[in-house]
């Protein structure tokens, strides 16, 4: 007898980390159903989600009601809200914590059994209180909520680090200085940004070649990380490291050029720039761990084993930095 269809949600479906989630799961052998969810079927990622088999599912996260039949004989729910979408920026109006928590309700009430929310750890915790970031602090606080969910079997976080496509997009590379994409007048690719605190390491996934096999990874065996925030990292390295490799790689003068304090780094207002200035703050005070906690490897890993292994493909090492600027800036 075939095994039975477990039907995983998948938020976002059409975002950075939605889609590398679906497409992973869309290879399982598990006799996963994989509901994408969109406020517009008729986009072309969309599109191309339904063409490869998700059940492709209109619904904005602001509607109960869409929610509600969305979520509707579901098992697996993959949640990422957007902290920085204007809706949940605008005064007096929902945050991103509402949103979340009201999500986590719908899904309870929809009989979901695994949970898995794209989360962070708590600044504000780490550092007792002195480098909060209220954006992060915020998710941590709608995981814990999650979690006292009687009606879920497993509640997990998966908190991705500094995403690897950051440096594949160009205003990133602007509001960094120009690196890996603007030479500056002195012709440097010029990495600028605050120190990053203890080694100087950043914690970087690429969600596309690593991320969505780690959350599928977890998909697979949700018992086995229940209650855990899960750090998800491909590789952790110094701009120093960063910009000395880019130039071996791609023969470009690349530099990288310390500011003198996280409030160097240039925001123009932009609320996604701001979080970065306080993210530097957090780091400087927590020894250079994103994570809160020193950088895990091996889970990262093994739960891209299994998601491999489930695809049936061979093993492959999390991706490092230098091979992720071969793959992108290397010669052809
Ligand atoms: N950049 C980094 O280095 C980094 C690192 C760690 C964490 N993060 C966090 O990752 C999050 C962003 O994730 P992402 O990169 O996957 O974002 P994204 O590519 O912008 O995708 C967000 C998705 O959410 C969907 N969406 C937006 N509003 C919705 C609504 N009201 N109802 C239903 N769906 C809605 C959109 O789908 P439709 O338009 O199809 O509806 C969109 O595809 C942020 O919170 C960010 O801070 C970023």
Not at 55 to 71: P, Q, Y
Not at 179 to 207: C, H, R
Not at 233 to 261: I, N, Q, W
Request: proline letters at 6%.
């Amino acid at each position: 007898m075939a095994p039975l269809q477990k039907v995983v949600a998948v938020y976002g479906a059409t975002g950075v980390q939605g889609t590398a989630i679906a497409l992973s799961l869309l290879k399982s052998q598990q006799n996963f159903v994989v509901r994408a969810f969109t406020r517009n079927p008729q986009s072309e990622k969309a599109k191309e989600l339904a063409r490869l088999g998700a059940e492709v599912v209109k619904a904005d996260g602001f509607n109960d009601n869409d929610m509600k039949s969305a979520l509707s004989g579901a098992w697996g729910f993959w949640l990422n809200t957007h902290h920085h979408d204007p809706a949940v920026e605008q005064p007096g109006g929902p945050t991103d914590e509402d949103l979340g928590n009201r999500l986590v309700e719908i899904a309870a009430a929809a009989g979901v059994k695994v949970f898995i929310y794209s989360t962070c750890e708590s600044p504000a915790l780490f550092t007792k209180g002195v480098a909060p970031v209220p954006g992060m602090d915020a998710k941590h606080r709608v995981e814990l909520y999650a979690r006292t969910f009687k009606e879920f079997d497993s509640v997990i976080g998966a908190f991705p680090g500094w995403y690897f496509e950051n440096y594949i997009t160009p205003e990133y590379a602007q509001a960094f200085g120009g690196f890996p994409m603007f030479p500056d007048n002195e012709g440097y690719l010029t990495w600028k940004a605050p120190l990053v605190g203890g080694e100087g390491k950043v914690q970087t996934v690429s969600i596309k070649d690593d991320f969505g096999e780690m959350v599928h990874g977890m998909f697979l065996n949700p018992l086995k990380w229940k209650n855990r925030t899960i750090q998800c990292v491909s590789d952790a390295f110094t701009y120093d490291d960063m910009v000395k490799t880019f130039t071996e790689v791609t023969g470009k003068k690349a530099r990288h050029v310390p500011l003198a304090s996280a409030d160097d780094l240039p925001a123009h207002g932009n609320s996604v720039m701001i979080e970065l200035q306080d993210v530097f703050r957090y780091t400087q005070t927590n020894n250079g761990w994103f994570f809160g906690n020193p950088d895990d490897f091996e889970t990262c890993q093994s739960l891209k084993d299994e998601a491999r292994r489930d695809k049936g493909l061979e093993p492959e090492p999390v991706i490092s930095m230098t091979k992720y600027f071969i793959k992108h800036y290397g010669p052809n």
